[in-house]
């Protein structure tokens, strides 16, 4: 036939159909970006195209059916997820986004979406499972990373705010909520109020979104308020999202309470601007007003006072009635200092109990001296301290700018030397700076210097001791160890002079560390040499009583020298214990711990304290010499010495009377039941060599 007929041309149509229709279906099953796939129930593929090859990490189909035999075992995972797949096929015969992790080949782990259903033959036997995977281990990282975002809005300590362009709220974080006390719904879709009504001006705030949407960010420190209507500092970041086409979406606020950390900033700027203890300017702050009064006297030609203060027997005060009655008479002085001054001037505190006074626009020396006399007045009317009344003055030493100087630190060093020779004049209650003043005091100047060369190495110092005795029987019972300073070029400088000056200085703690190691170790060669001295007594001061070292340091001493600790014998004055009780007969209690014998000095003359004198771990009271001077002729020291001894007697103390001179002093001594004496009468303090021959003659002079 030379023309095909009808329906062979039907038949040759319909197979090209078919074949461009698999053709197609192939072209979809190969191209295609996600994986397709065909498995059987028991879990061996099929059928796989190449995308799914891609997504599992094999090098193509085949490679995957080959080596892919076990879907549960080898792809899950959670073997589980395979089982759960089959149960869902065989309830439903179809699974939807069905999300596990799997393996890929090289033992990375992705996650996966399916979508699949059952195939089944005529008879209803699932005959193979069909169905699409999607790698969609990037968007479960995007979840997870809002996830985490979401958690740190919800939990960060930091309050955070979402607004959008036009500045409404769009969501707000708990931990703004507790910061401000608003509530959620008080703030949501409504206008953003954020700054204390007054605290900043409009230009301010505009600047903030004008730089959030240019730069992109704006940080610094804003006052903001809570629902209370409170205002707290805080630190503010605003920062703007913008589309990746760059339109403006929203901005994120993140606001810090830095309230505390303010109060903290001004605490410390305070703390290093101001006395603690008076409120009152300190030495740098007072400087700085002293500096800037300078440059306003020099544009207006001015006078500038400064008045540097010094208290008279203040350490007396802290010595008796302890450093807590101390602070409270500083205290009481700031305010009368602030008090008797103008508001211009300054007042401030250097340290200790010295004070400075600045005044400036003074109009000539007569007005200086006038402030002066005003403050000396103020200060001449007793203050109530501890329930007593005490009477503290000044020494107070006056310099004026540009007269007598022409920078701060000059001022300041001429208003003190000034003080410094009122203190050494108390006739003179104030004292003008007058040239030649430094030169007159070179002498103390290049004592100090001295003093402190000497208490650096030691050996300058030397000991003398004078011996104690007893007349009934007549034996040395001991000797005080008394510290004497032989200067290379002055000669033998007096106690009475260098150890006010150690104690000034605050030398006394070196000074009294060589006292105590020195006379230790001399007893610790007289006893091994077979000179059997009963003790040695060292004087201990108030500041060294004071001294958290003390107790250490006696027991190393002590320890160092192998001397039996009961042949030391350490003296107190009453005011060193006096103030805080408890500390002094903690401080006592530790010391007789060690086994030395204590003993209170000049004992009668300072603050009663006759009250706490039961609970004092003491050995001995020294009756002061006071009461022996005039024992001979007055009527009642021979009295005040009797009750002396008998309040030694029922406490189980020994007494020892100082400052014996004559025998009659020792007779009526003895008739008050005070054998034990110590003075000129049986000898001077004497050098080591001189001691030694007294004690081994025995001559004590009675």
């Not at 096929?89 to 699974?95: K, S, T």
């Not at 996966?112 to 990037?138: H, K, L, M, P, S």
């Not at 919800?154 to 709220?169: H, K, M, R, Y």
Request: aromatic share 8%.
């Amino acid at each position: 036939m030379l023309f095909p007929n009808g329906a062979a041309l039907a038949s040759e149509e319909a197979r090209s159909m078919s074949q461009e229709t698999e053709e197609q279906y192939r072209s979809i099953f190969e191209n295609a970006v996600e994986g397709i796939y065909q498995t059987t129930v028991d879990g061996r593929y099929l059928r796989v195209n190449p995308a799914l090859a891609r997504i599992y990490g094999y090098d193509s189909p085949a490679d995957l059916t080959d080596n892919l035999t076990d879907i549960a075992g080898q792809l899950y995972v959670d073997p589980g997820k395979r089982e759960a797949f089959a149960r869902a096929m065989a309830e439903r015969d179809v699974v939807q986004n069905f999300e596990a992790r799997v393996f890929r080949r090289d033992g990375s782990i992705i996650w996966i979406t399916e979508n699949a259903r059952c195939v089944r033959d005529a008879g209803g036997r699932i005959r193979y499972y069909e169905g699409t995977v999607q790698d969609i281990t990037e968007r479960k990282r995007h979840e997870e990373k809002i996830r985490l975002l979401a958690t740190v809005f919800e939990s960060v300590a930091d309050g955070i705010l979402i607004v959008d362009p036009d500045l409404t709220v769009q969501a707000v974080n708990p931990a703004y909520e507790v910061m401000t006390n608003f509530r959620r719904d008080e703030l949501l879709n409504r206008p953003l109020v954020l700054f204390a009504p007054g605290s900043h001006e409009r230009i301010f705030i505009e600047d903030i979104w004008r730089t959030a949407r240019s730069d992109g960010r704006w940080q610094g420190e804003v006052t903001s308020f809570r629902h209370s209507g409170d205002a707290f500092a805080a630190s503010l970041s605003v920062n703007a999202v913008r589309s990746p086409g760059g339109t403006l979406e929203h901005y994120v606020l993140t606001l810090a309470d830095i309230s505390q950390r303010k109060y903290q900033e001004h605490q410390i700027r305070y703390q290093a601007s101001f006395d603690r203890l008076t409120d009152l300017p300190n030495r740098w702050l007072v400087c700085e007003r002293l500096e800037e009064a300078i440059l306003r006297a020099q544009r207006t030609r001015t006078k500038v006072a400064v008045a540097f203060l010094d208290l008279n027997r203040f350490k007396q005060v802290n010595d008796t009635l302890g450093h807590h009655a101390g602070d409270d008479l500083l205290k009481l002085v700031a305010k009368r200092l602030r008090n008797c001054t103008r508001v211009a001037d300054t007042v401030g505190r250097l340290g200790g109990d010295e004070f400075l006074i600045v005044a400036p626009d003074a109009a000539d020396r007569a007005s200086g001296a006038r402030l002066v006399e005003k403050v000396l007045y103020s200060m001449g009317e007793p203050f109530a301290v501890h329930n007593q009344e005490l009477f503290c003055g000044a020494s107070i030493g006056l310099a004026f700018y540009p007269d007598d100087g022409e920078t701060a630190d000059q001022l300041l060093r001429n208003a003190d030397l000034a003080m410094y020779h009122a203190k050494r004049n108390p006739e003179q209650k104030y004292v003008f700076y007058e040239t030649g003043m430094r030169e007159r005091s070179g002498f103390t100047l290049g004592l100090e210097s001295d003093l402190r060369r000497a208490a650096s190495n030691g050996e300058e110092f030397e000991l003398h001791f004078q011996p104690k005795v007893d007349t009934n029987p007549r034996r040395v019972i001991g000797a005080e160890a008394l510290i004497r300073w032989r200067h290379p070029a002055r000669g033998l400088v007096s106690p009475a002079e260098f150890i006010p000056l150690a104690e000034e200085t605050g030398l006394i703690w070196e000074i009294g560390a060589w006292t105590l190691r020195e006379a230790c170790g001399r007893l610790s060669g007289w006893l091994a040499s077979g000179l059997d001295l009963a003790s040695v007594s060292v004087n201990l001061s108030p500041r060294q009583f004071q001294d958290a070292r003390l107790v250490s340091f006696v027991r190393n001493v002590v320890e160092s020298t192998n001397i039996p600790p009961g042949r030391l014998e350490l003296e107190l004055t009453e005011g060193a214990m006096i103030g805080d009780i408890e500390k002094a007969v903690t401080i006592l209690n530790e010391l007789k711990d060690i086994g030395v014998r204590l003993s209170i000095d000049d004992f009668g003359t300072g603050y009663s304290s006759l009250a706490y004198l039961k609970r004092f771990p003491i050995d001995t009271l020294k009756i002061d010499r006071s009461f022996v001077r005039d024992i001979v002729k007055s009527a009642t020291d021979p009295a005040i010495v009797g009750t002396i001894v008998n309040l030694a007697d029922s406490l189980g103390f020994d007494t020892i009377a100082e400052g014996v001179e004559t025998e009659e002093q020792a007779e009526m001594l003895r008739q008050q039941r005070c054998t034990r004496i110590q003075g000129f009468l049986i000898s001077r303090p004497l050098d080591v060599v001189a001691f030694e021959r007294f004690v081994a003659e025995s001559n004590v002079g009675v």
